[in-house]
């Protein structure tokens, strides 16, 4: 069966061509125009991965994507936007969605980055879904540990010291890697082809947002700054 795509998008152009481009590589398209429609549709005939512009008339792509999480659905949401400024991308990791393209973009990027959200839901499949709200003391083996985090990979949470992280997947991701590498410094191309398996080029703002964005959680006042960076190089966890 075709993997199924909900494209809600309001430009009549970007729409018709992307939903012809995303048929033409064998998906499924179900193509809307607003919010508001996106949402009745995901209720009706749940996606496999949603595609949402973020300027959207009545209820916009971040809406969307906060009432779903909300709600509790955990479907892949890859968002469209104009906008370029880091804390406008920021705002749509913070809605809840898994990766974002800029416009104008290239299709095939658009491509590779739903393959990579799709293959990284269909590895996770399968892990379990309610889990206690204490940190495992049972099972200390699947835990891994850096620099003050703890992860659990099967349950998927993480801790710095006793404070929980809300992680979206991408970010969980992205620790993961850091985590397991704790003091080694990742090269920017390792990381793209670990987390998205595509390197989007040296262009590419995606994974500084990310960084970011996961520095934001991470970083508690008065305690070291746990991920650095290594100017032309890439990144390093660890507590200075």
Known sequence: MPQTVLLAED?????????????LEGYQVTAVADGVEALAQAHRTPPDVLVLDVMMPGI?????CRVLRAEGDRTPILMLTALVETQ?????????ADDYVVKPFDVE???ARLRALLRRTSETQGAPADVPKQVPATAPDRLIE????????????????ARELELTRTEFELLELLVRNAGIVLDHSTIYDRI??????PGSKNLAVYVGYLRRKLDEPGAPQLIHTVRGVG???RED
């Open 11 to 23: 430009d009549r152009a970007i729409r018709n061509a992307l939903e012809r481009a995303l048929t």
């Open 60 to 64: 916009d792509g971040l809406q969307v």
């Open 88 to 96: 406008d991308r920021i705002a749509g990791l913070d809605a809840g």
């Open 109 to 111: 990027e658009v491509f």
């Open 146 to 161: 850096a620099a003050g985090l703890r992860m659990d990979p099967q349950a998927r949470r993480a801790w710095r010291g």
């Open 196 to 201: 998205w398996g595509y390197d989007f080029g």
């Open 235 to 237: 990144y390093v966890l």
